[in-house]
């Protein structure tokens, strides 16, 4: 099989597609929970939260702009947690169900690792638009593996650390530091896998090449070297 390359989006443009996002679903979130809850109280940082979600999804619907079934599930659940703590007028339980949450994710990468389904494959599959017969490479089989172990931890490391700030810090601080504790893990995380991904791929004979257009298998027209 002729030397291959695999085109993925390039990184700033992926920066582009997904800070608007992360905006709207977690910085700007955090940011106006934070200002409330020093102005108002933990009520009104609750019902303030909750409000801007309700606005997301009523402008992405006025607007006619696609609803993603994520912002939808994200809506449930914090609907969900705002109750709960509003009915037991405590934060502790509001933030705390995220943090259970997040443990419960890292027990679903761990268990799919010896089921031999990793969950970064699947993730993958759902995200990435890559040939097919690039998954059944046993180096890249084994890298999903490895990748899905890593992100268990990322996981447990986030949740673990979230929960002592929880536990240690004022409500506001907690606000901050779990905000921006998590935002550098993840982002290190996905530079971490992204690295890892492409000295798999040159172990596979393959090269990883940044574009804008989607990603997709393509033969490489010089080159023939045998895998």
Not at 96 to 125: D, M
Not at 142 to 170: D, K, P
Request: proline residues 6%.
């Amino acid at each position: 099989m002729a030397l291959s390359t695999v085109q993925l989006p390039a990184p700033r443009a992926m920066v582009h597609h997904a800070l608007p996002q992360l905006l709207e679903s977690t910085l700007a979130p955090a940011a106006l929970f934070y200002v409330i809850l020093s102005f108002v109280g933990l009520r009104g940082a609750l019902l303030a939260t909750l409000a801007w979600t309700y606005l997301a999804l009523a402008r992405r619907l006025l607007t006619r702009r696609h609803l993603p079934g994520m912002l939808l599930i994200a809506s449930a659940v914090l609907t969900v947690r705002t109750v709960a703590a509003l009915a037991t007028g405590s934060s502790f339980v509001y933030f705390l169900q995220p943090t259970v949450g997040t443990f419960l994710v890292a027990a679903a990468f761990l268990i799919s690792v010896p089921a031999g389904k990793p969950l970064a494959e699947r993730l993958a599959k759902d995200f990435c638009p890559l040939d097919p017969a690039l998954f059944k490479r046993p180096y890249v089989q084994r890298f999903f593996l490895r990748i899905s172990l890593l992100w268990t931890f990322v996981f447990v490391a986030n949740a673990s650390l979230g929960l002592w700030f929880l536990l240690s810090q004022s409500l506001g601080n907690f606000v901050l530091l779990k905000t921006t504790f998590t935002m550098l893990v993840i982002a290190a995380a996905v530079a971490v896998s992204t690295l890892w991904f492409r000295r798999i791929l040159r172990g596979e004979g393959l090269a990883l090449r940044w574009s804008t257009s989607m990603p997709q298998l393509l033969p490489v027209a010089s080159g023939d070297r045998r895998l």
